[in-house]
């Protein structure tokens, strides 16, 4: 199994609405990330989890909260969005390094949620 | 993690190859190239990677100058469903935490009939 799932794949929600994107993944790698990427710009990095901990948070408003349960499991709870926060929002996984794990380091991407706030 | 740049956007005529060019002057010695390309409106997909070896598989290669400070992928036959934006990283892999991935502005890539 080499997927990374997202769910919902579409999404829309008030800027007073609490809502979560999920993503799932079963490639046992310890490391995730959440990407955010507007229409015609490259995906930004928002937040990288490694072994669970929260690693970088690339000064993200606290509107966006990520929660990374399990291994195999990673959230990203919304709340009070604005309509600027409309995107693809994009989740990815890999090893991190230094497992002892044969591995070529990539990211595995998952389709994405695609978020409009109204 | 250093910066790329590529060049905004390149056309090729199917079945001939596709060269895309990437520059990353600043990169430091361990930090490793990788490639990626986007579809329209689906994630990123994984290419190939290199520190600075020329590495080849089965989806493109990837030559990468003696002095590190610049790579190209070559897609060998260039096919319509190649047609995607395609991304240049350099990235620390082996560093104590899972690092940075962080994608420039890419070159969009149109393979031509």
Same mark, same amino acid.
């Given at each position: 199994?080499?997927? @990374?799932?997202?769910? *919902?794949?579409?999404? @829309?929600?008030?800027?007073? !609405? ?11 790698? /310890? ?25 970088? !948070?690339?000064? @993200? *408003?606290? /509107?966006?909260? *990520?929660?990374?349960? !399990?291994?195999?499991?990673? !959230? ?19 090893? *991190?390094? /230094?497992?002892? @794990? ?11 949620? /695609?978020?409009?706030?109204? | ?5 590529q060049p905004p956007?390149?056309? =090729?005529?199917?079945?001939?190859? %596709? ?9 430091? $010695? ?12 689906? $994630? ?5 990677? $290199? ?8 989806? %493109?290669?990837?030559?990468? +100058?003696e002095d590190r ?9 260039? +096919? ?7 991304? =240049? ?22 393979v031509k009939p």
């Amino acid at each position: 199994d080499t997927e @990374v799932t997202q769910t *919902p794949k579409h999404l @829309v929600m008030g800027m007073t !609405n609490k809502k979560s994107l999920k993503c799932e993944q079963h490639m046992g790698h /310890r490391a995730m990330y959440w990407y955010k990427q507007k229409a015609k710009k490259p995906p930004e990095l928002m937040f990288v989890y490694s072994y669970e901990k929260l690693s970088i !948070n690339e000064s @993200v *408003p606290s /509107r966006f909260s *990520p929660e990374c349960p !399990n291994s195999s499991l990673l !959230n990203l709870h919304l709340h009070a969005l604005q309509p600027e926060d409309s995107a693809l929002y994009l989740c990815a996984s890999s090893h *991190p390094a /230094r497992t002892g @794990v044969e591995s070529t380091g990539e990211l595995f991407f998952g389709e994405g949620s /695609r978020l409009t706030v109204l | 993690d250093a910066k790329t740049t590529q060049p905004p956007s390149m056309d =090729c005529a199917e079945g001939r190859a %596709a060269n895309l060019p990437c520059n990353h002057s600043t990169i430091s $010695g361990n930090e490793y190239v990788y490639w990626y390309r986007q579809i329209h409106s689906q $994630g990123p997909q994984y290419i190939i990677h $290199g520190l600075k070896n020329n590495e080849t598989n089965e989806m %493109a290669s990837l030559i990468i +100058t003696e002095d590190r400070k610049s790579s190209t992928l070559i897609l060998p036959h260039a +096919t319509l469903r190649d047609t995607a934006v395609y991304y =240049c990283i350099v990235r620390a892999y082996f560093n104590t935490n899972a690092g940075k991935s962080t994608f420039g502005d890419g070159t969009t890539l149109t393979v031509k009939p």
